[in-house]
C-alpha cells in the first residue's frame, strides 16, 4: 500500500535557526513528489515538484531535495512568516486521478 | 487561490439533509478534485473528475457524488448528510496531470 509519512510532526525553530523537514514514501514508481504549504484556515499553496532521485528545488529560504526513499524541505534562517504547515504529496506512475497521496503534515512554528 | 473559488464557505446543517459545495474555476484545467481533511487523516481523496461528465471515486467516495457538466464547475452533494462528514472540504484542479491547486475550502459542520 502507498504510504506517505512526515517527520516531525510539529517543529518549534527559533528565527535564524536552519532545520529539515523529512517526508517518506513508499510507491511502486514515483511520477512526482509535491511540496505545499498551508496556512490556518486556508488552502494548501503549491511550492515545488521534484521528479527524480537528486533533484532540488529553491525558493527564497526553502530548499526541496529528493532521493529514492524520501524528501527534505529545507528551511535556511526561518523567520516567522515561515510559520505553517507543510504537506508532501507523492503521485505514482499508472492510474492518474487518485493517485495523489498527502502526507499528515510537519506543523513549523518560527519563534521571534 | 487564483482562478479557484468555492462556496459556500461555511455551512451548518442538519443531519439527514441534503447538501451541494460548489468550485468553480477560470483557468479551464481539465481535471479537479474534491478532498477532506480532518485532524489525524491529512488529506484524502472524494472524488475526481477528468473532463466534462467524467468523474471517479476517490479514498473515501461513500456517502457523497459528484457532477461536472461544465468545465469551469465540479459540485460535490452529500445526499443525506450525517455527523462523521463534518470537515473541510477542498477542491483542486490540475491542468497537465502534475501539480494540484488548491481553493480557499469549504468548513462544513453537520449538527
Known amino acids: 500500500e502507498d504510504q506517505v509519512t512526515q517527520s516531525p510532526e510539529a517543529l518549534r525553530l527559533q528565527e535564524g535557526e536552519s532545520s529539515s523537514l523529512n517526508c517518506s514514501y513508499t510507491v511502486s514508481g514515483l511520477r512526482g513528489l509535491f511540496w505545499y504549504r498551508q496556512d490556518p484556515g486556508k488552502g494548501p499553496e503549491f511550492l515545488f515538484t521534484l521528479y527524480s532521485a537528486g533533484e532540488e528545488k529553491e525558493k527564497e529560504r526553502l530548499k526541496a531535495t529528493l532521493t529514492k526513499k524520501e524528501s527534505f524541505l529545507h528551511i535556511t534562517a526561518p523567520k516567522p512568516e515561515d510559520s505553517a504547515t507543510y504537506l508532501c504529496?507523492?503521485?505514482?506512475?499508472?492510474?492518474?486521478?487518485?493517485?495523489?497521496?498527502f502526507g499528515p503534515g510537519t506543523r513549523l512554528s518560527v519563534l521571534p | 487561490d487564483a482562478g479557484i473559488t468555492q462556496s459556500p464557505r461555511h455551512k451548518v446543517t442538519e443531519t439527514g439533509t441534503p447538501v451541494t459545495l460548489r468550485c468553480h474555476q477560470t483557468e479551464n484545467h481539465r481535471y479537479m478534485y474534491w478532498y477532506r481533511q480532518d485532524p489525524g487523516h491529512g488529506l484524502r481523496l472524494i472524488h475526481y473528475?477528468?473532463?466534462?461528465?467524467?468523474?471517479d471515486k476517490g479514498e473515501v467516495s461513500d456517502g457523497y457524488s459528484v457532477s461536472r457538466s461544465k468545465t469551469e464547475d465540479f459540485l460535490l452533494t452529500l445526499e443525506s448528510a450525517t455527523s462523521s462528514q463534518t470537515s473541510v472540504y477542498f477542491c483542486a484542479i490540475s491542468g497537465q496531470g502534475n501539480e494540484q491547486f488548491f481553493g480557499p475550502g469549504t468548513r462544513l459542520t453537520v449538527l
Open positions: 473528475s477528468y473532463g466534462v461528465k467524467d468523474t
Open positions: 504529496a507523492v503521485q505514482e506512475v499508472g492510474n492518474y486521478g487518485q493517485n495523489f497521496v
